[in-house]
């Protein structure tokens, strides 16, 4: 299913920004590690880093996943790559996304059984059956699979913004750049952050 790989080749491969996602990932890392008094430093603090990597990581991603499309233009729309670039995306997070939810309510349970005491109420944290649901349809997001569901999200979004720059603003900037900016403002009206 996944042959010709049509929207991952290695020239869309930027080994530079591929290292800043993994320096917004470290990020990430060291803040959780200093909000559990884990310091990767003895007297750094460096729990307020984590949302700038996020952003960090999000924003490269986002970039990296939209390159093919413009780059190949109108090709890289057809059934093919479509549906390549789909399944692409399911099994480089969703098979993993189940493994660890069904450890959370296995760790739960055993949590429950066993009587033990943790903060979060399971290992990695609690988790039932509905919850376990919610999650698998990308409904919720707790602890650290709140990014899951927006990531899934991005990735249905995805072509069709890529469709709008590659179909009808390809050669305007002008239209582009009015594209770009209702969107930007129409994420911060519907979708704002606190």
């Known amino acids: 299913m996944l042959q010709g790989r049509e929207l991952s080749d290695s020239r869309f491969q930027i080994d530079a920004l591929d290292g800043l996602r993994g320096l917004a990932v470290l990020m990430v890392f060291v803040s ?7 310091d990767l430093l003895p007297g750094f603090d460096f729990s307020g880093i984590g949302k700038g990597g996020v952003y960090l ?24 790559p479509m549906v390549n670039y789909g399944v ?13 939810l069904l450890s959370c309510v296995l760790g739960t349970w055993l949590v429950a059984y066993f009587d033990i005491y943790t903060p979060l109420g399971g290992i990695p944290f609690a988790l039932n059956w509905s919850d376990f649901f919610a999650h698998l349809l990308l409904q919720k997001g707790y602890s650290v699979t709140w990014s899951i569901p927006v990531e899934f999200r991005y990735y249905f979004v995805l072509p069709l913004v890529a469709a709008l720059y590659v179909f009808i ?25 606190r």
């Open 32 to 38: 959780h590690a200093s909000k559990n008094n884990m």
């Open 169 to 193: 603003a390809r050669a305007r900037l002008w239209l582009a750049l009015i594209i770009s900016a209702v969107l930007i403002a129409g994420t911060q009206v519907f979708w704002h952050t």
């Open 57 to 80: 990581f999000f924003l490269l991603s986002s970039f990296l996943l939209t390159l093919p499309f413009l780059e190949k233009g109108k090709s890289a729309f057809a059934i093919r």
């Open 88 to 100: 692409r995306r399911f099994f480089r997070i969703y098979p993993l996304f189940v493994f660890y």
